[in-house]
């Protein structure tokens, strides 16, 4: 039974949509990412969630929304998709918040390519 | 500015060697030093961890040499495997986790 599961896996799309892409968790944990890894690799952490509370914003632009229905869900969308928005996502979670250090369970990504 | 610094981007190594991927950091407030590995198409999970307090954690064939003053830490694997082959990121956590930049690790057999 998979921990952190988002779908869709795989997300191709014109410039200018809106798509979105949800999270679902099982472990119980209390703290929800959306990670953003980009073509390099990197990996950048977009929001954290705690309990339904908006705990990390980081520098995204306002087209990205985030939404947490409960705990175990954490949903992304985003609006007026732009070319530099490809890239994979990832849904994460943790039992405690990562000021604690705690371990982070990924899911397997969402790849969203802007035509 | 990136917090934490890792390199090299890639790596070949023989089966049986020794691989060895660096981390350097600036914050001294990092409490928590985390190696994720993860493989083509799937999402990053956990390797190895070690706190400050220590200065080696090994767990099998994986080793964490950690050096406060140097501000730096690196994964040691030995004698790797093809199954090893993946992409490895240390990270670095205080009120939330910085990634490194990612190290492609290819082991040949």
């Known amino acids: 039974d998979t921990a952190v599961s988002q779908t869709p896996k795989y997300l191709v799309t014109q410039m200018g949509n809106d798509k979105s892409i949800k999270c679902e968790q099982n472990?119980?944990?209390?703290?929800m990412y959306w990670y953003k890894q980009d073509s390099k690799k990197f990996l950048k952490i977009m929001f954290s969630?705690?309990?339904?509370?908006?705990?990390i914003n980081e520098t995204v632009p306002n087209r990205f929304s985030p939404k947490s229905p409960d705990k175990a869900h954490l949903n992304l969308h985003i609006n007026s998709l732009e070319l530099g928005d490809s890239a994979v996502y990832f849904c994460?979670?943790?039992?405690?918040?990562?000021?604690?250090?705690?371990?982070?369970?990924f899911g397997e990504g969402s790849r969203l390519t802007v035509l | 500015q990136q917090q934490v610094k890792q390199s090299p981007q890639s790596l070949i190594v023989q089966k049986g060697g020794i691989s060895i991927i660096n981390c350097a950091y600036e914050n001294t407030a990092f409490d928590y030093f985390p190696w994720y590995q993860q493989f083509p198409g799937k999402g990053p999970a956990l390797l190895i961890a070690i706190r400050p307090d220590v200065s080696e954690k090994k767990e099998g064939r994986f080793t964490i040499s950690f050096n406060k003053s140097a501000k730096q830490f690196s994964l040691h694997i030995m004698d790797s495997q093809p199954g090893d082959s993946a992409t490895y990121f240390c990270?670095?956590?205080?009120?939330?986790?910085?990634f490194g930049s990612g190290t492609k690790l290819n082991v040949k057999p």
């Open positions: 472990l119980g944990h209390d703290t």
């Open positions: 990270a670095a956590s205080f009120n939330k986790f910085y």
């Open positions: 969630y705690n309990n339904k509370e908006l705990i």
């Open positions: 994460a979670s943790s039992q405690e918040g990562q000021g604690v250090g705690g371990e982070l369970f």
